[in-house]
T-cell receptor, first 115, second 118 residues
Framework: AQKVTQAQTEISVVEKEDVTLDCVYE???????LFWYKQPPSGELVFLIR??????QNEISGRYSWNFQKSTSSFNFTITASQVVDSAVYFC????????????FGSGTRLQVQP | NAGVTQTPKFRVLKTGQSMTLLCAQD?????MYWYRQDPGMGLRLIHY???????AKGEVPDGYNVSRLKKQNFLLGLESAAPSQTSVYFC?????????????????FGSGTRLTVV
């Protein structure tokens, strides 16, 4: 069975600081997909990124960047120059190429960005 | 508007009461899911469906039943609500996304139902 671990329960930073959210996953499958979602205080889930297991290129989107390393089974998320609007709970998730295709979520990291 | 609609958005139940949560999607997606979200535990899969007329158990199915009589609707039922079922419930549907890999799926989530059992 697959598992996603987000060891950081809560992180607090001051605006403009960089912050990295850690995600470690476990699966025996060779083909899988990794996701990050943002859940702002309003409660909805906002999709941020999806990566395939066979594409280890890092990705940058504005202030967001993702570092995918299969060797350490990690898919870390960095926010550069954090802003108050980044305050949210962030979830890392995994799904497989077969079967029910359901997402397996980590427990989430609550990020608080102080002004 | 296309998407996943959950009803109701809020509900308070007394222990032992029953209710049904409705999830409706108008995107013709085959796969649908029910998750519950509890503090510090992320989202956990309750039940899922890979197509009309089919349902299966997820990680935390006890106390819940589901039905998918029509492709667009996925119902979650609580026959006898318990305080342990106080949670936020999310429905989602999934679809194949363009790109490499046959399993490259995207997900559309509903806005959630906050259920309190007293």
């Amino acid at each position: 069975a697959q598992k996603v671990t987000q060891a950081q329960t809560e992180i607090s930073v001051v605006e403009k600081e960089d912050v990295t959210l850690d995600c470690v996953y476990e699966t025996r499958d060779t083909t899988y997909y990794l996701f990050w979602y943002k859940q702002p205080p309003s409660g909805e889930l906002v999709f941020l990124i999806r990566r395939n297991s066979f594409d280890e290129q890092n990705e940058i989107s504005g202030r967001y960047s993702w570092n995918f390393q299969k060797s350490t089974s990690s898919f870390n998320f960095t926010i550069t120059a954090s802003q108050v609007v980044d305050s949210a709970v962030y979830f890392c998730a995994l799904n497989l190429d077969t079967g029910r295709r359901a997402l397996t979520f980590g427990s989430g990291t609550r990020l608080q960005v102080q002004p | 508007n296309a998407g996943v609609t959950q009803t109701p958005k809020f509900r308070v139940l007394k222990t032992g009461q029953s209710m049904t949560l409705l999830c409706a999607q108008d995107m013709n997606h085959e796969y649908m899911y029910w998750y519950r979200q509890d503090p510090g535990m992320g989202l956990r899969l309750i039940h899922y469906s890979v197509g009309e007329g089919t349902t299966a158990k997820g990680e935390v199915p006890d106390g819940y039943n589901v039905s998918r009589l029509k492709k667009q609707n996925f119902l979650l039922g609580l026959e006898s609500a318990a305080p342990s079922q106080t949670s936020v419930y999310f429905c989602a549907s999934s679809y194949p996304s363009p790109g490499t890999g046959t399993g490259n799926y995207g997900y559309t989530f509903g806005s959630g139902t906050r259920l309190t059992v007293v």
